[in-house]
């Protein structure tokens, strides 16, 4: 799937939850995963409530590096309440730099796919979740992936 801005927009409304606690990062983390290992995907994930991380794995071939991209894209996701794949596409389309128009800095903000809003269905923000490793493409589909298997009562 080629993704667009106007695509994300869409996907992001279908993802909306209609709870969210400890538990239930846990078990996006844990499914998140549960998914690269099967793969054999050297990632990095993160889950966090409001702005704090709760959930934090390296899955073998991921350094430390890892970490710090999924912060910086959580960053985007929850500075905008939009992926940073939407972000990224956004600035890429319209000409800018992001870290420039928005006066971010680059140490904290990544506009590269893997970065997701975790959203209430009344559209409160209630965490972010994070991958980097792949591809940034693959890492958003990863997260959504997660979140539509825990969505559909497939994983615990």
């Known amino acids: 799937m080629d993704y667009t801005v106007e695509s994300l927009a869409a996907e992001q409304q279908t993802l909306a939850l209609d709870r969210f606690d400890y538990d239930f990062v846990w078990r996006l983390g844990s499914t998140m995963h549960d998914l690269a ?76 796919g893997g970065g997701v809003p975790l959203m209430l269905k009344d559209g409160t923000l209630a965490g972010t979740a994070g991958v980097s490793g792949l591809p940034d493409v693959e890492d958003h589909r990863l997260v959504v992936e997660a979140l539509r298997l825990i969505a559909g009562g497939k994983r615990a």
């Open 37 to 112: 290992a099967e793969r054999h995907l050297p990632v990095g994930i993160t889950v966090a409530h409001g702005a704090d991380l709760v959930f934090a794995t390296l899955l073998p071939g991921a350094t430390i590096d890892n970490m710090d991209w999924t912060a910086r894209k959580r960053a985007v996701a929850h500075r905008f309440h939009r992926s940073s794949l939407s972000m990224r596409l956004e600035a890429e389309a319209k000409g800018y730099d992001f870290n420039k128009r928005f006066r971010v800095p680059e140490a904290d903000f990544a506009a590269s």
